[in-house]
Structures are given as C-alpha cells and as structure tokens.
C-alpha cells in the first residue's frame, strides 16, 4: 500500500530561520502527495499538492518539490513566521489517507 | 463555492448518552470521511462513503457508532452510550472520487462526553 514517513515529533524554530519537514514516501498507486496543515483548534486544510517530478509548488510562502529518484516531498520556507506554529501532515492521494500523528512545528520569538 | 459544514460546533455529555453529528459536503463531491481527533493526536478516520455507500468502516466501533450517507449527500454519525474515551473532535471532509482526492475538511464538532 502506500505509505509516507514524516518528521516525527516536534520541530522547534526561531522566527526568520528557514523551516524544513520532511517527507519520504512509498507509493504504488497514488501519483500526488499533500501537505496539510492544522493550526490550534482548526480542522486542517489542504497547504500544497505535488506537481509533477522535480518541478516546484508553492504556495503561502512554503514550497515543495516532488522527487521521484529520492521519493521525497519535503517542505519548505525560507523564514518561518509565529504564524506558521501548527501540525503539519503529509499524505498521498489515495482514497483512504492515514494522517498519523504529523510534525509539530513551533515557532518561537 | 460553500464549504464543508457540520453541526453542532459543540456537545457536552454525560456517559451513556446519545448524540449525532451533521455534515454537509462540498457540492458535487462524491467521496466524504469522517474522523475523530483525539486531544494531541492526528485525525483517524473512522468510515468513508463513496455516494451512499460504505467503502471502508472498519475503525467505526460498530457497537455504539453508526453513520449514513442515505442520499449521496449529507451524512450523519451517532454515537449511541457516549463513553468518556469518545472525548475528541469530529471531523467530515469531501473530495471529488475522480481526481485528486484532495480532502476538505469541516470545522469539525468538538465533543466532551463527562
């Protein structure tokens, strides 16, 4: 089946430093990966989708890019923000996800 | 377009009552989930309807939950004889069976059962 690895836990940042999550995955049917995000009692919502390999999403100031030879989708943002304090998850377009416990990102002053 | 709703926003219970949870999907979206999201945890999906159909419940703990989909469209979940451990937030997402599968979630209906 398919399946993504995500940073675990939680991921503490400064403001203005640069943000990166990782993501590998192992897919057999699905052709996207996402990331969501779900800030403080929000229900979460859509962030990116994967385009096709090598070339670059962005959107919101984060950004991704697809790679077929690694099986990586990490995300990215060259300065994080207080704003960007939230549960990040990855998943791929299949039509049973398992969201799993996601990546705690905190920003801090 | 509108989004995903659900109601109520909120629900206090005693152990051993019942309740039920509303969606209403994204129009024309045929594929619609729904999921509990413990405190501090990701959400776990607990059955999803494609039309009116069940596709997959095997994490509805079929005893005391139950949902519908009777025409395609909105979908309810009741939870019969609340349990403290049902604490959590419930969530309903849409998203078009053709395609992506990119999922859209409600506000989610956040349940306290004491």
């Known amino acids: 089946g398919d399946s993504v690895t995500q940073t675990e836990g939680l991921v503490t940042l400064t403001e203005g430093l640069p943000v990166m999550l990782n993501c590998t995955y192992q897919?057999?049917?699905?052709?996207?990966l996402f990331w969501y995000v779900q800030h403080l009692n929000e229900a979460p919502k859509l962030l990116l989708k994967s385009s096709t390999d090598n070339k670059r999403t962005e959107h919101q100031g984060f950004h991704a890019t697809l790679h077929k030879s690694s099986s990586s989708f990490h995300l990215q943002k060259s300065s994080a923000q207080l704003s960007d304090s939230a549960l990040y998850y990855c998943?791929?377009?299949?039509?049973?996800?398992?969201f799993g416990t996601g990546t705690r990102l905190q920003v801090s002053p | 377009e509108a989004g995903v709703t659900q109601s109520p926003r909120y629900a206090v219970l005693q152990e051993g009552q019942a309740v039920s949870f509303w969606c209403d999907p994204i129009?024309?979206?045929?594929?619609l989930y729904w999921y509990q999201q413990p405190r501090d945890q990701g959400p776990q999906l607990l059955v999803y309807?494609?039309?009116?159909?069940?596709?997959?419940n095997s994490q509805l703990p079929s005893d005391r939950f139950s949902a519908v989909r009777p025409k395609g469209t909105n979908s309810t979940l009741k939870i019969q004889s609340a349990k403290q451990g049902d604490t959590a937030t419930y969530l309903c997402a849409s998203s078009r069976d053709w395609g992506t599968y990119e999922q859209y979630f409600g506000p989610g209906t956040r349940l306290t059962v004491l």
């Open positions: 998943a791929p377009n299949t039509d049973k996800v398992v």
């Open positions: 897919t057999a049917y699905s052709t996207f």
């Open positions: 309807f494609r039309d009116e159909a069940v596709i997959d």
């Open positions: 129009s024309g979206h045929d594929t």
